[in-house]
């Protein structure tokens, strides 16, 4: 069971990773989309294996910025083509994988001025998402990402707005892309989106910065703002009559405790929706051979949400972990662009 378990219950179960091989063989046990971000390119290229295509583009002159970018879309376009026919199958509804637009423009560029921060995110997704079938442009909750998404909505791109911790975030990505989506050219019978809440993150944060939790809802924080979070998302959509899903992808789902349940996250948040695993989540997922069902829908007790309702700063708790989010995708993408310098020809 386990994986396919999952899916039984109601979560489509999506791969945090575009590695082919990995698509492959998460594909067999069940999984339906994937997701990229800058870390896993990073991480993908510094393997060696694609060294050969990295040459192909050196020849043609182009710059280590380009060539990042261009194998960033070689390997989502690879996955793309694995899940092409789920998403065939589901019209639209899953078989997605999410590509990331430029992490520097929050870090690297912080100086940029806000318009024109907006503006970049808006030509980036223009870029690299218009005419690819099952892509999904993935735009980060910050204040220019979140001015960016209607505009990107309205061209018709499908969005995975990313980084979500609280609920003022996931309000302002929703009602910014629903808005966009109602000037679609094509109308809204295509119109599908997601938001990405970071869950495991969130008890990380809490275990540091409010440490005067109760035991019973310490460690539960990240759970109870996704399923919160997810509750509030099924009540907006429920009357607009759509014919695809407007979804929570709850993010973060491996457990940064080894001496936790591995499957802590997929377990809580089982039965509807989708998850992004990474790869060891999965795989400790599968060996586990469980009998999943529906707990999403399911909050702890009164006196276990009184406490966290009372001791944890919303306001504090995303600024944090926005800050730390922002820099763990800027820093891997310079790193990947000096694994490019350092693979290019003397």
Not at 277 to 304: C, F, H, I
Not at 307 to 326: C, N, T
Request: aromatic share 6%.
């Amino acid at each position: 069971m386990s994986i396919r378990s999952l899916v039984a219950c109601g979560t489509k179960v999506w791969l945090d990773s575009i590695d082919p091989d990995l698509v492959v063989s998460n594909l067999k046990l069940g999984a339906t989309g994937a997701t990229s971000n800058p870390i896993i390119i990073s991480d993908l290229l510094k393997t060696g294996r694609f060294d050969a295509q990295m040459m192909d583009l050196f020849k043609k002159g182009l710059d280590d910025e380009a060539v990042a970018w261009e194998m960033t879309d070689q390997l989502v376009n690879g996955a793309m083509a694995q899940f092409k026919p789920v998403w065939e199958r589901t019209h639209g509804n899953d078989g997605w994988v999410s590509f990331e637009l430029d992490p520097l423009i929050e870090e690297v560029q912080r100086n940029m001025p806000h318009a024109e921060r907006v503006k970049r995110y808006i030509k980036l997704g223009e870029a690299w998402g218009i005419g690819r079938l099952n892509r999904m442009i993935k735009v980060p909750a910050t204040p220019a990402g979140l001015d960016a998404v209607e505009e990107l909505a309205a061209m018709g791109l499908t969005l995975n707005v990313t980084l979500i911790f609280s609920q003022r975030q996931y309000e302002a990505a929703r009602n910014a892309v629903w808005k966009g989506a109602k000037r679609r050219p094509g109308g809204t019978d295509t119109f599908k989106s997601v938001y990405s809440i970071f869950v495991s993150r969130v008890d990380v944060y809490t275990q540091k910065n409010v440490p005067d939790l109760s035991p019973a809802a310490q460690g539960q924080v990240g759970i109870v703002n996704a399923k919160r979070l997810w509750k509030l998302n099924q009540d907006f959509w429920a009357d607009k009559k759509l014919p695809l899903k407007q979804e929570i992808i709850f993010a973060s789902t491996g457990t940064k405790d080894p001496n936790l349940p591995a499957d802590k996250y997929v377990e809580a948040l089982a039965g509807s929706d989708i998850q992004t695993n990474p790869p060891a989540t999965n795989d400790a997922v599968e060996r586990l051979q469980k009998t999943y069902t529906r707990k999403v829908d399911q909050l702890p007790g009164s006196d276990v949400l009184a406490d966290i309702d009372a001791k944890v700063d919303q306001a504090k708790m995303e600024r944090v972990l926005m800050e730390e989010g922002v820099s763990k995708f800027a820093e891997p993408h310079l790193k990947l662009l000096a694994t490019i310098a350092s693979k290019r020809p003397k």
